[in-house]
């Protein structure tokens, strides 16, 4: 079992900038993916960014150049650097853990973020 616990999110003005952090605990030796995904008011969840073991990075079109993913070698954080933030960015974001068991993903409680023009 893994436990993702989330900060960082807040309210700020289009061109801001946040800095979202994820903190894992548990057994999390077999982690081989953790990342950040979002999800807007009557919208479906969409992913913003991944990073792999190996530190492979997949970012959603819409944040890339904006958004830097970033973790330890351990998997015991993985943070999200918000850069020229954008009312379109307003969600809820929420960090994922993925193990090499392709049934066994976690997902923290999510953390709000809004973005005012």
Known sequence: QVQLVESGGGAVESG???RLSCVASGTTFSIISMGWYRQA?????ELVATITRGSGITYANSVKG??????????????????SLKPEDTAVYYCHAQKIIT??????????????S
């Open 16 to 18: 801001g900038s946040l």
């Open 41 to 45: 008011p009557g919208k479906q969840r």
């Open 103 to 116: 049934t066994m993903e976690y997902w923290g409680q999510g953390t709000q973020v809004t973005v005012s």
């Open 66 to 83: 904006r958004f830097t993913i970033s973790r330890d070698n351990d998997w015991k954080w993985v943070d999200l650097q918000m850069n």
